[in-house]
């Protein structure tokens, strides 16, 4: 099995250690990590803005970075769903724009090998209990795209009910939208926090020491709130949580 680290652009410019949680703990559990230098960014922004044409560079760009490998783990939710669905959609456009088939190709070599990090432990490793250690009282902001995209369902869940030590406390409101949106939380600003703002509320009645996300944009938007209002609370992705081990909690 080889098993390639799809780092991210938030991970690699403002999270770094999220990158290298799921390195030590997929090393953990057997599994040796590629990273292909040639990766770069998914194309979310820019598709998301509009800029389709702008975007199909870096769908053969992924596809290339990744052709030697049987998995893609990334640690983000927004940037898997990105790949997973709509790549597709950008190469079915070009076709369909008499472009040819090339996209399309590149979009069908990327798309079953690109997993979320919680998908590939519990779908691929057939895992939940990674033998994490975290003593602290989380809660679990499950966001957008890993809900509404991927289906994440309660996969994230179950692997953060099976870490040692970790008490696990309900987030009131949970499926609702921390606010962030990528370029959402630019072109709304007011509207974004406002939204961040009741989410961090929810959050902080918890009780919770640390809010635990499957993506380091909605961390950042939330964890920048929750230090606006005044919170201790930490956020922290789960990648962190589940790379834990008594010896050496992240």
């Given at each position: 099995m080889r098993v390639a680290l799809f780092i991210t652009c938030v991970n690699d410019t403002l999270y770094p250690q999220t990158g290298q949680a799921v390195v030590t703990l997929l090393e953990r559990l057997g599994v040796e990590v590629g990273?292909?230098?040639?990766?770069?960014?998914?194309?979310?922004?820019?598709?998301?803005?509009?800029?389709?044409?702008?975007?199909?560079?870096?769908?053969?760009?992924?596809?290339?970075?990744?052709?030697?490998?049987?998995?893609?783990?990334?640690?983000?939710?927004?940037?898997?769903?990105?790949?997973?669905?709509?790549?597709?959609?950008?190469g079915a456009k070009a076709a369909a724009e008499g472009r040819g088939q090339e996209l399309v190709d590149a979009a069908a070599e990327a798309v079953p090998k690109t997993y979320e990090l919680t998908e590939f432990l519990t779908d691929v490793l057939k895992v939940t209990d990674v033998g994490a250690y975290y003593p602290h009282t989380?809660?679990?902001?499950?966001?957008?795209?890993?809900?509404?995209?991927?289906?994440?369902g309660d996969r994230p869940?179950?692997?953060?009910?099976?870490?040692?030590?970790?008490?696990?406390?309900?987030?009131?409101?949970?499926?609702?939208?921390?606010?962030?949106?990528?370029?959402?939380?630019?072109?709304?600003?007011?509207?974004?926090a406002a939204m961040g703002a009741d989410k961090a509320r929810n959050i902080t009645a918890t009780g919770a020491e640390a809010?635990?996300?499957?993506?380091?944009?909605?961390?950042?938007?939330?964890?920048?709130?929750?230090?606006?209002?005044?919170?201790?609370?930490?956020?922290?992705?789960?990648?962190?949580?589940?790379?834990?081990?008594?010896?050496?909690?992240?």
């Open positions: 990273f292909p230098e040639g990766q770069s960014c998914c194309g979310q922004p820019q598709f998301n803005t509009g800029y389709r044409h702008e975007t199909e560079p870096l769908v053969r760009r992924y596809a290339a970075a990744f052709r030697d490998y049987d998995y893609v783990v990334a640690p983000s939710g927004s940037c898997a769903a990105m790949v997973r669905d709509n790549y597709p959609r950008i989380v809660t679990y902001h499950p966001t957008c795209h890993g809900l509404r995209m991927l289906g994440l869940r179950s692997l953060l009910a099976a870490v040692k030590g970790l008490n696990l406390v309900e987030l009131p409101g949970a499926d609702e939208c921390c606010g962030f949106g990528g370029t959402f939380a630019v072109k709304n600003a007011a509207v974004s809010v635990c996300t499957v993506d380091n944009s909605c961390q950042m938007h939330i964890g920048g709130t929750l230090a606006r209002q005044g919170s201790t609370v930490r956020p922290v992705h789960i990648a962190e949580i589940l790379a834990s081990t008594e010896g050496n909690v992240w």
